[in-house]
């Protein structure tokens, strides 16, 4: 049996980290480069990719590729596997991050707040094609070279809205951390993608099995970023360690997963919530 150091050792490994520019993306890239893994910086802004990876590059001291990707776009996404694969050589690690968060699209927040009578078709089906599709398309393209490997690890993001429903008592009087002139609250689109993103996981699992391919899902609580005094207060009251979490505690659970730490795991859910569905 390895030391238990070796168990969560990346280094010489090359991971994939989509939505890296994100609020969880960072820290997902941060803690694999920690552990001594290769990081491709894949999002949507060249600039915000260019300057993450120079940043881990000088203070982790491992190797950052940037990459300018659209993950609900299967050449775009065609394209990224191919440069990661020319630059490093193989794909080790994929965490499938990238998803249409609460911050909205160019559509705007009123659009993605919009109550569910009202919901806009074309922010329904871009939420699917971002968080849905995107890690479709991504598993497929890396998932390829895994096979060729013999060896790869997905992580697959998903929410506790992916396991429970949204308990809209929270939502009351909450306003967006964007516009606090818009009402706050979780649409139908986020939780649908994230429980069809862990069906998914499950089914990877057992279809790659046997081509010593790891694929588990992520189950983060609400994570604190800029939400209004009233709704952390909703929030933290109705889950059991009474606070939301802070970004960096999934840095555990995603080292955990990417490593040979969890060389068990396959079609698993790690749940780290606070307890929010315990209850």
């Known amino acids: 049996m390895p030391p238990i150091a070796e168990l969560f050792d990346l280094r010489g490994r090359v991971a994939i980290v989509t939505g890296a520019c994100g609020l969880l993306g960072r820290e997902h890239c941060d803690v694999l480069a920690e552990a001594g893994a290769n990081i491709v910086v894949a999002d949507l802004s060249p600039e915000a990719n260019r300057k993450m990876a120079e940043d881990l590059a000088r203070t982790r001291k491992t190797k950052a590729l940037p990459v300018q990707v659209d993950v609900s776009e299967r050449e775009s996404v065609q394209r990224m596997a191919a440069q990661v694969v020319n630059e490093f050589g193989r794909i080790d690690i994929l965490v499938n991050n990238a998803a249409l968060t609460v911050k909205g699209g160019s559509d705007g927040v009123d659009d993605y707040f919009a109550p569910f009578e009202e919901y806009p078709l074309a922010m329904w089906e871009r939420a699917l094609r971002v968080a849905l599709t995107g890690t479709f398309l991504c598993s497929?393209?890396?998932?390829g070279q895994m096979v060729k490997q013999n060896r790869g690890v997905i992580i697959n993001l998903c929410s506790i809205y992916?396991?429970?429903?949204?308990?809209q008592r929270i939502y009351a009087n909450a306003r967006s951390p964007y516009d606090r002139a818009v009402t706050f609250n979780t649409p139908a689109s986020y939780s649908a993608t994230k429980g069809s993103i862990l069906a998914l996981t499950r089914y990877l699992a057992t279809y790659w099995a046997d081509k010593n391919i790891r694929v588990n899902a992520l189950t983060p609580g609400g994570v604190l970023?800029?939400?209004?005094?009233e709704f952390v207060k909703s929030y933290s009251s109705r889950t059991p360690l009474g606070r939301m979490a802070d970004r960096a505690e999934f840095r555990g659970a995603i080292l955990f997963l990417a490593s040979d730490a969890s060389s068990y795991m396959t079609g698993a859910n790690l749940v780290v919530d606070g307890g929010w569905t315990a209850w």
Not at 140 to 143: P, T
Not at 162 to 167: C, M, N
């Open 140 to 143: 497929q393209a890396a998932g």
């Open 225 to 229: 970023d800029q939400h209004d005094p």
């Open 162 to 167: 992916g396991l429970v429903a949204p308990d």
